[in-house]
């Protein structure tokens, strides 16, 4: 029943996303921007849709209060594409930062850019930086939400912290509160996993880092207020009444906050 969910809810995401493009393609690009958005946020939703409908996999919301109206840094756990898509829709006007080699994928690329996602040269250094921080600057002046994984990449529920310096050059430059963001996705869409376990992700918005921090108290912030929230998480999933399968490297910060509490 497992492989039959999760392939039924795999049809319906790409099926989805083939209709939206058949659609929207004639005419997408000349869209305001306002529009584009729209446009995008009405697939993500209808993924969400599919997730909750064929894969039995729910969605809870905490915190929401905590999110910017206005322009605003938010800074999520990356676990799975499952935060790439869900967070969208929460927002008013998100923008990613991606990689900029997503951008040159055709359709998913031409769409991103469309959508005023901000695109980023991992190997570029101090410029890479500079124009990270300009970008990033003009969209909140705008009154954009600009959304930076602060590990830069999707990492297994449970791996140790791996912080890099891209959330703290932007909070810096940026000088806005920034909103961490717990969730236990990777529990339910595996980073490489066909597979989508049913339950219910947790998406937690915490009170926000004020500005106005040096860097390193910031990123210490940072590390205390979101890890503890998504180790909360995962415990409270493995916990459940229908837990789904634990990674190993789950099992082994469960294991350890466990041991930690027991002494």
């Not at 570029?124 to 009154?143: M, Q």
């Not at 837990?243 to 294991?255: A, F, Q, W």
């Amino acid at each position: 029943m497992l492989i039959l969910r999760s392939l039924l809810f795999q049809v319906a995401f790409y099926l989805i996303m083939a209709i939206i493009l058949a659609v929207t393609l004639p005419f997408f690009f000349f869209l305001p921007h306002r529009a584009a958005i729209a446009v995008v946020k009405f697939w993500t939703a209808s993924s969400m849709w599919a997730l909750r409908v064929f894969a039995g996999t729910k969605i809870e919301i905490r915190g929401a209060e905590n999110l910017p109206k206005g322009g605003g840094l938010i800074a999520p756990k990356h676990q799975s594409a499952f935060e790439t898509m869900a967070l969208f829709h929460l927002l008013d006007d998100p923008t990613y930062v991606m990689k900029r080699q997503l951008m040159w994928i055709p359709l998913f690329g031409w769409y991103t850019w469309k959508a005023g996602m901000i695109p980023v040269d991992r190997a570029g250094g101090s410029k890479a930086l500079r124009k990270l921080a300009a970008d990033s600057k003009e969209a909140v002046e705008h009154g954009r939400q600009v959304i930076l994984f602060p590990e830069g990449t999707r990492r297994t529920a449970g791996s140790p912290p791996d912080y890099k310096f891209g959330i703290i050059h932007l909070y810096r430059e940026l000088k806005v509160p920034v909103v961490p963001i717990a969730m236990n996705s990777g529990l339910y869409w595996p980073r490489q996993s066909f597979l989508r376990f049913p339950g219910t992700i947790v998406i937690d918005v915490l009170e926000p880092i004020p500005a106005g921090l040096d860097s390193k108290t910031f990123l210490a912030t940072l590390i205390n207020v979101l890890e503890p929230a998504t180790d909360k998480l995962l415990i409270e999933a493995a916990e459940g009444p229908n837990p789904p399968p634990l990674p190993p490297e789950t099992v082994s910060r469960i294991n350890t906050l466990q041991a930690s509490e027991s002494l």
